[in-house]
């Protein structure tokens, strides 16, 4: 019996013996009057255990069998459930193995047998978080996290993602390498889907942002005296499609970004681990079907305004044009121009004013084609066929003239020797033979 149980019990003696009435005993147990004459009936009945609840010390109903506890520890011992917390635990054995218990029970159970080591509880500086953006589409989070995903079981992959700042709703893909082009494809994705943004946050990785080189001890006068640096493939792509780009100078500054993957390199890996996916195309499927769904639907939050910031895609935004790696290649005399290595030459029927000697903006689509345009026009191309080269060995030059047999040391005779003493002697001199007449002249006249 508490203390609480004690005070009322001096309270319903009290009433039973007429020291106060019924409504002064509810007023001071703050119940009412009703139940107050239901606990003297009880008490006069049962005695001071009247203000016992009912069920104090019965098993509840609910209260797991020793079968399932016994069937969900075993499942937890397995290598491959190492290192999975009480709340992810409570979630895969509901999923896979229909299986339902609560986390905090769950966490007892692991406690007790040894599977799991309850963390102490340490009082953090406080620390004031950047307050959320108001509507959604006002600022997504972009970066790239390099991590053993597979845990060893198949390729190294790159997980990208874009997370909303002010919904946490979240879009990534698995790539194999972290590359402009794989951005570009996931940036497609994005917009396609929602729209264009306000504004991107990101690191100032150099496919962001063009780093100057400048030796470090005048990078900060270089960098107040240098003219604007060329943006990135990316950087003009955003520019195009007049979207912000923001770049973080920490790690901490997009912090909303690097959380999730904390979380993605914990769940996501373990997720995968149970799933047994050690392929690049089952990593994307799992991500897309499995983990994705599941985050938006429980991690996201409600925004400050039901307004959305995501603008359409317009007519004057091409997608396909702008999201490609563009460079500029001046034109020849001939209409034609090289690009890595190749000559294009510009169809008849794309000639116009100005184009010879001018510069046309080549584009390298992300599907692989090849797109030029001059201006506001798009021309059409084709590639040239360069002559080949004749192999080494085979463009030889036609064999000289046999030379003269040698006359033996032995035939050589002292009037063989005279006979080209005189062959080098030196003849006339310069002045002399310039003033030779060689004026051609009849022999007669007719």
């Given at each position: 019996?508490?203390?609480?149980?004690?005070?009322?019990?001096?309270?319903?003696?009290?009433?039973?013996?007429?020291?106060?009435?019924?409504?002064?005993?509810?007023?001071?147990?703050?119940?009412?009057?009703?139940?107050?004459?239901?606990?003297?009936?009880?008490?006069?009945?049962?005695?001071?255990?009247?203000?016992?609840?009912?069920?104090?010390?019965?098993?509840?109903?609910?209260?797991?069998?020793?079968?399932?506890?016994?069937?969900?520890?075993?499942?937890?011992?397995?290598?491959?459930?190492?290192?999975?917390?009480?709340?992810?635990?409570?979630?895969?054995?509901?999923?896979?193995?229909?299986?339902?218990?609560?986390?905090?029970?769950?966490?007892?159970?692991m406690v007790a047998a040894g599977l799991w080591r309850p963390k102490k509880q340490h009082i953090k500086d406080t620390h004031v978080w950047r307050a959320r953006r108001c509507c959604r589409g006002e600022l997504v989070q972009w970066d790239t996290s390099e991590h053993d995903w597979l845990e060893g079981r198949g390729e190294k992959l790159y997980l990208i993602s874009m997370i909303d700042d002010a919904t946490s709703e979240l879009l990534g893909q698995f790539v194999r390498s972290d590359s402009t082009e794989e951005n570009m494809r996931l940036l497609c994705k994005y917009l396609n889907s929602n729209g264009r943004p306000v504004a991107f946050y990101t690191d100032k990785a150099g496919m962001?942002?063009?780093?100057?080189?400048?030796?470090?001890?005048?990078?900060?006068?270089?960098?107040?005296?240098?003219?604007?640096?060329?943006?990135?493939?990316?950087?003009?792509?955003?520019?195009?499609?007049?979207?912000?780009?923001?770049?973080?100078?920490?790690?901490?500054?997009?912090?909303?970004?690097?959380?999730?993957?904390?979380?993605?390199?914990?769940?996501?890996?373990?997720?995968?681990?149970?799933?047994?996916?050690?392929?690049?195309?089952?990593?994307?499927?799992?991500?897309?079907?499995?983990?994705?769904?599941?985050?938006?639907?429980?991690?996201?939050?409600?925004?400050?305004?039901?307004?959305?910031?995501?603008?359409?895609?317009?007519?004057?935004?091409?997608?396909?044009?702008?999201?490609?790696?563009?460079?500029?290649?001046?034109?020849?005399?001939?209409?034609?121009?090289?690009?890595?290595?190749?000559?294009?030459?510009?169809?008849?029927?794309?000639?116009?004013?100005?184009?010879?000697?001018?510069?046309?903006?080549?584009?390298?689509?992300?599907?692989?084609?090849?797109?030029?345009?001059?201006?506001?026009?798009?021309?059409?191309?084709?590639?040239?066929?360069?002559?080949?080269?004749?192999?080494?060995?085979?463009?030889?030059?036609?064999?000289?003239?046999?030379?003269?047999?040698?006359?033996?040391?032995?035939?050589?005779?002292?009037?063989?020797?005279?006979?080209?003493?005189?062959?080098?002697?030196?003849?006339?001199?310069?002045?002399?033979?310039?003033?030779?007449?060689?004026?051609?002249?009849?022999?007669?006249?007719?």
């Amino acid at each position: 019996m508490t203390q609480r149980d004690r005070d009322r019990l001096v309270v319903l003696k009290k009433a039973q013996k007429k020291l106060i009435t019924q409504k002064q005993a509810a007023s001071e147990l703050q119940l009412t009057e009703r139940h107050v004459r239901r606990l003297l009936k009880r008490l006069a009945a049962e005695g001071d255990k009247a203000v016992l609840h009912a069920l104090r010390g019965r098993v509840s109903n609910r209260k797991l069998s020793e079968q399932v506890r016994q069937k969900a520890l075993t499942i937890i011992a397995l290598p491959e459930w190492k290192g999975l917390g009480p709340t992810l635990a409570s979630y895969h054995l509901a999923k896979d193995h229909d299986i339902r218990i609560g986390r905090e029970a769950l966490r007892q159970m692991m406690v007790a047998a040894g599977l799991w080591r309850p963390k102490k509880q340490h009082i953090k500086d406080t620390h004031v978080w950047r307050a959320r953006r108001c509507c959604r589409g006002e600022l997504v989070q972009w970066d790239t996290s390099e991590h053993d995903w597979l845990e060893g079981r198949g390729e190294k992959l790159y997980l990208i993602s874009m997370i909303d700042d002010a919904t946490s709703e979240l879009l990534g893909q698995f790539v194999r390498s972290d590359s402009t082009e794989e951005n570009m494809r996931l940036l497609c994705k994005y917009l396609n889907s929602n729209g264009r943004p306000v504004a991107f946050y990101t690191d100032k990785a150099g496919m962001f942002q063009t780093a100057p080189k400048t030796h470090r001890k005048h990078n900060q006068l270089s960098m107040e005296m240098r003219e604007p640096l060329p943006p990135t493939q990316i950087g003009r792509a955003l520019q195009e499609l007049q979207i912000v780009w923001i770049g973080a100078h920490s790690p901490q500054a997009k912090g909303r970004v690097e959380r999730q993957f904390g979380t993605a390199q914990d769940r996501l890996v373990k997720g995968m681990r149970l799933a047994g996916v050690s392929t690049f195309e089952a990593a994307n499927q799992y991500l897309e079907q499995e983990f994705l769904p599941w985050w938006n639907a429980h991690l996201t939050v409600v925004p400050a305004s039901a307004a959305d910031a995501h603008r359409a895609l317009g007519p004057e935004h091409g997608l396909a044009s702008a999201l490609s790696h563009v460079e500029q290649r001046r034109v020849a005399q001939d209409y034609t121009f090289s690009y890595y290595g190749k000559k294009h030459l510009i169809a008849p029927q794309s000639i116009q004013p100005g184009l010879r000697g001018g510069t046309v903006r080549i584009e390298r689509r992300l599907d692989g084609s090849l797109a030029v345009r001059f201006k506001d026009k798009w021309l059409q191309t084709v590639e040239c066929v360069l002559p080949t080269h004749v192999a080494s060995g085979q463009n030889k030059k036609p064999s000289a003239a046999p030379a003269k047999p040698k006359v033996p040391t032995a035939e050589r005779t002292k009037a063989w020797r005279e006979s080209g003493h005189d062959l080098f002697r030196g003849g006339l001199s310069v002045s002399a033979a310039a003033k030779i007449n060689r004026t051609r002249t009849r022999d007669h006249f007719d």
